[in-house]
């Protein structure tokens, strides 16, 4: 029983170095790959279309993890695509959260008609099927970097909406909130002081998972060909030539795959490791 | 009582669907490219233009816009698609069945999926067994369908490929079907040979919906089931001489199981806003692959018809499960 | 093994920690009523537990014998100790409010036993059931059959759960602090009830209690347990008269009389505590685990 837990233990301290390890490398990576790249991720070069992984066969030395169709660097493009993937991760995942908490947070507390219309929005939002709604949103405002981050922002404010909003409803009607206010404690300010730090645990938790769910959905839109341009190293950009050379190419589906598939795991694990570690409400 | 829950219900879902109408108005009507320039051959002259968009109501202002496709809407009448020149309605309701046969089976599998788990994970409880598979659980369910959708592609369409992972039938038996839900009538016309070159096709992407849902269901069911198991009535089973998969199926299931009964509910409207991009990554003619190619075309009429639909669908199905809960936890309420 | 239920040195531990049971030994003849007495973490109820198979999962038997019905079920294959344990004993557990699976009739809980595990047909279960329940004297028992556990009350489930234990008739039945969660006035009429039930099938009874008041209405002889050593065995008549161990002299003189409410409450002395400590000690002096 108590081998057991020490288990657990160790097996979350495991799960938060990985995830986190991996992220770090991803943002090593993102932040020198215009000087560690190994070729400009934009350069075509149709002699050296589909290499393959230095390991096959036809392999040409410097192209570790071969060629697309157009003859790019398939490694320069996925660290080019991170420099993408980490500044949609961060900037859409931070402004979701700031708006998303906000809200939640008038919601939650102040009640009233703040929160029937901000319910009731949520409603409305919750009957959208969020991808589409992403993807109009993209065909309305055109491609671009700014285009993601709004639509992210967007489609997935409830994710914190709701869960904040619940959160202080409860800590709103807990005792040392009343007696805050008994102490002549303003409601703006006992919103901030009261309730803001004890949902803040959660908001945490939420930022870590809405950056991963950020990547994913800006590996999305630029799978349907909606994200940056039509040239830019995006992962789902890489995914979506990957899927149509299948056959002929594998290793361009493969490994923006891979780079995607341990993001978004490491994105959610650190957030689910936080969570058991830190969390006193979500634990 | 359940009277007044229905009507309240019913009225916050008809204010639900007004605003999703609006929305989608509003954001569409933002749109920057004039979708009637593009449909129009390159020598069309203002004239032509002024007069497609007369007939589209594209010169009226939004709000006028809007009561006209609401008096339509009303009416059954959705407007009239700008690319494939069809009524809306008829396209949407040509391939709603594909989405909802795609999304039904994908529910299944979540289901069956989801509910081994829980079973084995109690089974082992305290054991690595369960160790194992609260951590296939965890794996599941962070990465989303999109990527188990690529990851299935890679492994049963091209390393070792047993199923198809594009389309919804082969060419070839498309014309054997009267109806569009190709899978429920191959199995009322006793027809396997359709039925299994269909479920080769859906497996996959439904697989992909899946695998998150099932995850979630494991989870959650493992967790009440557990709570359950230590209960006395299941002790006093225990005391009886039943095997433990009888104390587990008979005592603890049915009382475990609401919670998940619940949750089911709300997940399957995310399964089934999932479909939007799994249909286009396994080239499946359902309604969310038609959304896509509506909106890169600009098709606005098929744009608000598809996402309202879709809202339809969504509404009423946390309407069903409020339903049925409120039906279910009379008997349940002392459990 | 002339005992129906004989538990000899019988030692149970948290896995790889400290031990629960140090070396128990007890019998319960057949129609005999024992009463096994003790604080609260005595191991009274894991004794119990042990005999029917459940004790947390936590808990493991780590050495000893339990004689049933002249068999060592410790030596049994899981699945066989379990249809044993199924056919010849039965459990009255202490809470009658969560004892009852509350999706399940009250018909089917009772029958349940007599049709999946001893083979009985449906209908002579349901009969066996039906009077059963007439014998625990619950109302409309017709009625009772077909309703959900929160349709009675908890004197009325308490009642069900005693016909459910006799149903199958049993040799042994544990009864876990039957009455611990029942109002005061109903108390005394399910104690009654147990006591009648008892004599009239003749069933070995290990009766757990904390309550020596309902020890001396209801056993024959009586167990007293100090942190998992059983420091007494005698019979009642013996034990309320001159209770040999200073600990069970303790325990008795700190028990409220109920024909005397005003003698009032006396502690245990810290002396006696402290002696009985140094027993259980002397009782681990070979415990290899600490």
């Known amino acids: 029983m108590l081998d057991a837990r020490g288990l657990v233990r160790r097996r979350l301290g495991l799960r938060l170095w990985l995830s986190g390890g991996w992220l770090l490398l991803l943002l090593f990576a993102a932040l020198l790959a215009p000087w560690i790249a190994p070729h400009n991720p934009l350069e075509q070069d149709l002699f050296t279309s589909r290499l393959p992984p230095f390991w096959m066969p036809g392999a040409e030395p410097g192209y570790w993890l071969g060629t697309d169709s157009l003859g790019r660097d398939v490694l320069s493009r996925i660290m080019h695509g991170a420099r993408i993937a980490l500044i949609v991760a961060f900037i859409a995942g931070t402004a979701t959260m700031l708006i998303g908490a906000t809200l939640g947070l008038i919601a939650g507390y102040y009640r009233g008609w703040a929160d029937i219309v901000i319910s009731r929005l949520i409603d409305i939002w919750m009957a959208f099927p969020p991808v589409l709604f992403a993807i109009l949103l993209i065909a309305v405002m055109g491609p671009g970097l700014t285009s993601v981050i709004v639509a992210i922002i967007v489609i997935d404010w409830t994710r914190f909406a709701r869960v904040v909003r619940a959160e202080a409803m409860t800590q709103g009607a807990m005792d040392y909130v009343a007696s805050a206010r ?22 945490g938790v939420l930022l870590t998972l809405e950056m991963g769910i950020a990547v994913i959905v800006e590996a999305i839109l630029s799978f ?13 950009g890489m995914i979506a030539e990957g899927r149509l050379a299948i056959h002929q190419a594998w290793w361009v589906l493969v490994f923006p795959l891979i780079t995607l598939f ?10 689910e490791g936080l969570k058991d570690r830190y969390d006193p409400v979500l634990r | 009582m359940l009277l007044r829950r229905i009507l309240t219900r019913l009225l916050t879902t008809l204010v639900t669907l007004l605003g999703v109408s609006v929305v989608v108005f509003v954001v569409i009507r933002v749109v920057p490219g004039n979708p009637i320039a ?13 007069r497609l968009n007369a007939l589209y109501g594209f010169d009226r202002s939004i709000a006028e816009q809007y009561v006209i496709w609401l008096g339509g809407v009303l009416q059954g009448d959705f407007g009239t698609s700008i690319q494939a020149r069809q009524p809306v309605l008829r396209l949407v309701l040509n391939r709603l069945p594909a989405t909802l046969e795609l999304s039904i089976m994908a529910l299944v599998i979540a289901v069956v999926l989801g509910g081994f788990l829980a079973l084995t994970g109690t089974r082992l409880r305290g054991s690595r067994g369960e160790g194992a598979i609260d951590v296939t659980n965890g794996m599941a369910l962070s990465v989303p369908d999109f990527l188990w959708g690529l990851v299935l592609i890679l492994v049963f369409g091209v390393l070792w490929p047993v199923f198809h992972i594009s389309g919804r039938v082969s060419p070839q038996y498309i014309q054997e079907f009267t109806t569009n839900f190709f899978l429920f009538e191959s199995v009322l016309r006793l027809r396997l040979d359709l039925w299994l070159d269909l479920v080769s096709h859906m497996l996959m992407p439904a697989l992909a919906l899946a695998i998150p849902l099932a995850a979630i269901i494991g989870q959650l069911l493992k967790q009440s089931l557990k709570e359950t198991m230590h209960l006395d009535y299941v002790t006093l089973a225990r005391t ?12 603890a299931l049915p009382n475990a199981v609401l919670p998940t009964l619940t949750l089911i509910g709300v997940q399957f409207t995310f399964l089934i806003g999932g479909t939007v ?17 509506a909106v890169i075309n600009r098709d606005l009429p098929l744009i608000q018809g598809i996402v309202i639909l879709f809202a339809v669908l969504f509404t009423a199905i946390n309407l069903i499960v409020d339903l049925l809960y409120a039906v279910l936890n009379p008997r349940l309420r002392h459990a | 093994m002339s005992a129906f239920l004989s538990i000899r040195n019988l030692s149970a531990a948290i896995r790889g920690g400290p031990r629960l049971l140090r070396a128990v030994s007890l019998d319960v003849e057949v129609g005999e009523v024992r009463g096994l007495v003790g604080e609260s973490g005595a191991g009274k109820s894991m004794i119990g537990k042990a005999v029917l198979g459940i004790l947390p999962r936590a808990v493991e038997v780590v050495a000893g014998e339990i004689w049933l019905d002249g068999v060592d079920l410790l030596r049994l294959r899981p699945a066989e100790r379990r249809r044993r344990i199924g056919a010849t004993a039965a459990l009255i557990p202490q809470d009658p409010l969560t004892a009852l699976n509350p999706s399940r009739r009250i018909g089917r809980q009772i029958t349940d036993r007599l049709v999946d595990i001893l083979g009985w047909r449906r209908g002579a279960a349901e009969a066996r059931a039906l009077e059963l329940l007439n014998e625990v004297r619950v109302p409309e028992p017709e009625r009772v059959m077909r309703a959900y556990p929160h349709e009675l009350s908890g004197g009325m489930r308490q009642r069900v759960l005693i016909a459910s234990a006799f149903a199958a008739e049993p040799k042994l039945i544990v009864a876990d602090e039957p009455t611990t969660a029942l109002d005061v006035t109903v108390q005394k009429q399910i104690l009654r009830l147990i006591a009648q039930m008892q004599a009239r099938h003749g069933t ?39 209770p040999a161990h200073p600990y069970s002299a303790a325990l008795l003189a700190a028990t409220p009389k109920y024909t005397d409410p005003a003698a009032g409450l006396n502690p245990v002395p810290a002396a006696v505590i402290d002696a009985v400590r140094a027993e259980v000690a002397a009782a681990d002096r070979n415990w290899p685990h600490g």
């Open chain 1, 182 to 203: 008994v102490a002549g404690q303003r409601r703006l300010g006992t919103m901030l002081t009261e309730i803001l730090p004890n949902v803040l645990p959660t908001i």
């Open chain 1, 224 to 236: 349907v060909n909606l994200s940056i341009s039509t040239d830019a190293p995006t992962w789902g």
């Open chain 1, 262 to 271: 341990l993001t978004v795991l490491s994105f959610s694990q650190l957030g």
């Open chain 2, 38 to 50: 593009m449909m129009l051959p390159p020598g069309a002259t203002q004239a032509d233009i002024d």
């Open chain 2, 240 to 251: 009886k001489g039943y095997r433990e998969n009888h104390v587990i199926l008979r005592e």
């Open chain 2, 277 to 293: 991009i799994i249909e286009r990554l396994f080239s499946y003619e359902g309604l969310g692959n038609m959304a896509i190619d």
């Open chain 3, 204 to 242: 070995a009874l290990l009766f757990v209690t904390h309550d020596l008041g309902v020890v001396s209405k209801v056993c024959g002889s009586l167990s007293v347990l100090y942190g998992g050593l059983v420091v007494e065995e005698t019979s009642v008549r013996d034990f309320f008269r001159a």
